[in-house]
Every structure is written in structure tokens, then in C-alpha cells.
Antibody
């Protein structure tokens, strides 16, 4: 079964850091680009960051550039999002999504995880 | 950057009804638009790709139309299982962007 399973969410204070993980199964992880998408409470979906299949190309939304770092471990079929200098407005459910492209990202997503909740609050 | 305006935000339907959900782009995006269905606590499901193509395994009660700026998701013969949050995604240009979503309630 094709699956993406996010973990690592939780409560963190403003200015703090958190690392999200996404475990993939059911497909050849190393062949596909992956992105993170988030949804703040009561808000729409927002693309956050994407990484190419080989891990060499990284892309970020302006709202997180310089604070978040995306990476992947193709040997262990896992995607990461290192988040630092967290703000209240980063509070959201974070989803891991599979791209239909590989080293060239299509920004078309065909598989979603269930998400992990990040709450930034003192 | 492309803004997608999705409407309505909420709608209620009766089993057997036909419903239309609109997604309007702020610029021409060809047919680079997808539709998704998400139920509470579950992963979103990919239902329509490239504006009009039904994803494998999705019932033909679902259909998509449109090109350029105006797009529509149509669900015919609504069933109680169709109660969900529906949203569109444009992948024509960077960054990818989403509609605000439509919550569909079944009476």
C-alpha cells in the first residue's frame, strides 16, 4: 500500500525548533520529489517546501525561507523538515506529499499523508 | 504567483443531488489543475488530474471541467460517503497554490 506517515509534531515555544519526519512505503521513494504542505487552523493549504528525488534541489516558500530546511534519506525512505525560529503563525498541520516528478518537480501531488500537528505557543 | 479562488466555502446536498464546486485562477494555468478529497483524520485523496482526467479508482460520479482560468468539480448522484473537504491545486507555475477548499455536507 502506498503510504506517507508523518511524525515529530508537538508543542514548541516561539523561537524554538522542531524536526518533522515522513516515512514512505509502497513506492520507490528515491525516484520521486516530495514536498511539505501545511494548513493553519481555519486557513487554506500552503505549500512549504519541496526537494528533488536525488535531494540536490531544494525549494522554499518565502514565509519559511532561512528558517526551515528540507532533506531526505533515500536509503531509509524518509523525508525531514528541520524547523527553527518558529513563530505562532507556523502553527499548522504539516502534510508530506509525493510529487509526480523526480529530479524535475512537477508540483503535482498524487499521494498525501495524514499530517502531524505543530503548535507554536508559550 | 497564482491565486485560486474556490467557491462555495460550504455547501449542503441531499443524496442523489448533483453539485458543482468552482475554482478560479488569477491567471491562465492551462489545464494544470488537480482536485482532491479529504475526510477528517484521513489523508487527502487525488481525484481529478489535469483538470478533466479522473484518477484511477475514483468513481465516474466525479468529473472535472475547465481550462485556463475557470474550473469546476462536479459530483453527480451524491452519496453520504462524499461528505468531505474538497480543494483544488494549481501546478502550472511556482509556487504551487491551493484553493481555500469547500466543505460538503450531506443531509
Amino acid at each position: 500500500e502506498l503510504q506517507l506517515l508523518e511524525s515529530g509534531g508537538g508543542l514548541v515555544q516561539p523561537g524554538g525548533s522542531l524536526r518533522l519526519s515522513c516515512a514512505a512505503s509502497g513506492f520507490t521513494f528515491r525516484n520521486y520529489a516530495i514536498s511539505w504542505v501545511r494548513q493553519a487552523p481555519g486557513k487554506g493549504l500552503e505549500w512549504v517546501s519541496g526537494i528533488s528525488a536525488d535531494g540536490d534541489s531544494h525549494y522554499y516558500a518565502d514565509s519559511v525561507k532561512g528558517r526551515f530546511t528540507i532533506s531526505r534519506d533515500n536509503s531509509n525512505n524518509t523525508l525531514f523538515l528541520q524547523m527553527s525560529s518558529l513563530r505562532a503563525e507556523d502553527t499548522a498541520v504539516y502534510y508530506c506529499v509525493k510529487d509526480t516528478g523526480g529530479n524535475y518537480l512537477n508540483w503535482s501531488f498524487d499521494l498525501w499523508g495524514r499530517g502531524t500537528l505543530v503548535t507554536v505557543s508559550s | 504567483e497564482t491565486t485560486l479562488t474556490q467557491s462555495p466555502a460550504f455547501m449542503s446536498a441531499t443524496p442523489g443531488d448533483k453539485v458543482n464546486i468552482s475554482c478560479k485562477a488569477s491567471q491562465d494555468i492551462d489545464d494544470d489543475l488537480n482536485w482532491y478529497q479529504q475526510k477528517p483524520g484521513e489523508a487527502a485523496v487525488f481525484i481529478i488530474q489535469e483538470a478533466t482526467t479522473l484518477v484511477h479508482g475514483i468513481p465516474p460520479r466525479f468529473s472535472g471541467s475547465g481550462y485556463g482560468i475557470d474550473f469546476t468539480l462536479t459530483i453527480k448522484n451524491i452519496e453520504s460517503a462524499d461528505a468531505a473537504f474538497y480543494f483544488c491545486l494549481q501546478h502550472d507555475n511556482f509556487p504551487p497554490s491551493f484553493g481555500q477548499g469547500t466543505k460538503l455536507e450531506i443531509k
